[in-house]
T-cell receptor, first 116, second 109 residues
Framework: ETGVTQTPRHLVMGMTNKKSLKCEQH?????MYWYKQSAKKPLELMFV???????ENNSVPSRFSPECPNSSHLFLHLHTLQPEDSALYLC???????????????FGPGTRLLVL | GQNIDQPTEMTATEGAIVQINCTYQ??????LFWYQQHAGEAPTFLSY??LDGLEEKGRFSSFLSRSKGYSYLLLKELQMKDSASYLC??????????WGAGTKLIIKP
């Protein structure tokens, strides 16, 4: 499945580093999402972009900064992260016609992030 | 608050049938999704229910009762490849997607 790709797949960073996660979707969708997935916890929605406009920011710390230059690309810029930010970061996309939550979402394989 | 409950882990035998339950308390309801997630991989869409009843799709079926705030995913003729986590998610009245923590299904030979 190559509909939604994410790079890198694995990332180890120190608390003072700056890094970026990249997501690209090849499905012609207009909505894109960032999620955080921690072990045995529900998926946490971080950001939503619909037609390149940010429509949701669920109280995410400012050390996470999203960027959506077009409907096919989504970035998550990371700086001065904390060890508790270690998790799987998933990108997803959907058609973007209805409310974001009401559509089938297509996920990328995720970036496994470890903050030391 | 909004809440989705599903068992943390279940074990079943290859060739058997397993039912994974999901109960929800949400502000409104606009549909319920089931996703499958193999370890280290992306969640993938399995089913969507918005009306009461059973939806069958091959070996997998999904049931919804809106009055009871209840759904289940039924997997028949289990195969080893069905070992995965199964995520239940409900669309609330604001079209927010509320996720359960997932059920890890272990299939034994």
């Amino acid at each position: 499945e190559t509909g939604v790709t994410q790079t890198p797949r694995h990332l180890v960073m120190g608390m003072t580093n700056k890094k970026s996660l990249k997501c690209e979707q090849h499905l012609g969708h207009n909505a894109m999402y960032w999620y955080k997935q921690s072990a045995k916890k529900p998926l946490e929605l971080m950001f939503v972009y619909n037609f390149k406009e940010q429509t949701e920011n669920n109280s995410v710390p400012s050390r996470f900064s999203p960027e959506c230059p077009n409907s096919s690309h989504l970035f998550l810029h990371l700086h001065t992260l904390q060890p508790e930010d270690s998790a799987l970061y998933l990108c997803a996309s959907s058609q973007g016609v209805r409310g974001a939550g009401g559509e089938t979402q297509y996920f990328g394989p995720g970036t496994r992030l470890l903050v030391l | 608050g909004q809440n989705i409950d599903q068992p943390t882990e279940m074990t079943a035998t290859e060739g058997a049938i397993v039912q994974i339950n999901c109960t929800y308390q949400t502000s409104g309801f606009n549909g319920l999704f089931w996703y499958q997630q193999h370890a280290g991989e992306a969640p993938t869409f399995l089913s969507y229910n918005v009306l009461d009843g059973l939806e069958e799709k091959g070996r997998f079926s999904s049931f919804l009762s809106r009055s009871k705030g209840y759904s289940y995913l039924l997997l028949k003729e289990l195969q080893m490849k069905d070992s995965a986590s199964y995520l239940c998610a409900v669309v609330d009245s604001n079209y927010q997607l509320i996720w359960g923590a997932g059920t890890k299904l272990i299939i034994k030979p």
